[in-house]
């Protein structure tokens, strides 16, 4: 059973920074390709960041990209987003994935078989 839980949102206003963690049990997370997803009140669920087992692909969303930087420790099996200069617009609850069967998985959603129960991100004007 492949566990994912994600960590470190909360409350900053506009222009500051958080860094979100994903852990991700069952097998080490080197075993997965990873994304970041969120969605907002209304809205559907949108691609924030993705990187592959290895660390050496990744990707971000045009809203996010030179903000985001999305990394991976997978000594300690953990996925992270940094967030800088954030956004009333980056408000949302943020989704960690895991894929275990590809190497990267990219922007689609329906690419990853496992994920977290969010955490909530408030950015203030």
């Known amino acids: 059973q492949v566990q994912v839980v994600e960590s470190g949102g909360g409350l900053v206003q506009a222009g500051g920074s958080l860094r979100l963690s994903c852990a991700a049990s069952?097998?080490?997370?080197?075993?997965?390709?990873m994304g970041w997803f969120r969605q907002a009140p209304g809205k559907e669920r949108e691609f924030v960041a993705a990187i592959s087992r290895s660390g050496g692909r990744s990707d971000y969303a045009d809203t996010v990209k030179g903000r985001f930087t999305i990394s991976r420790d997978n000594a300690k099996n953990t996925v992270y987003l940094q967030m800088n200069r954030l956004k009333p617009e980056d408000t949302a609850v943020y989704y960690c994935?895991?894929?275990?069967?590809?190497?990267?998985?990219?922007?689609?959603?329906?690419?990853?078989?496992?994920w977290g129960q969010g955490t909530q991100v408030t950015v203030s004007s």
């Open positions: 069952g097998r080490t997370v080197s075993s997965y390709a």
């Open positions: 994935a895991a894929e275990p069967s590809a190497y990267y998985s990219g922007r689609d959603y329906a690419l990853y078989h496992y």
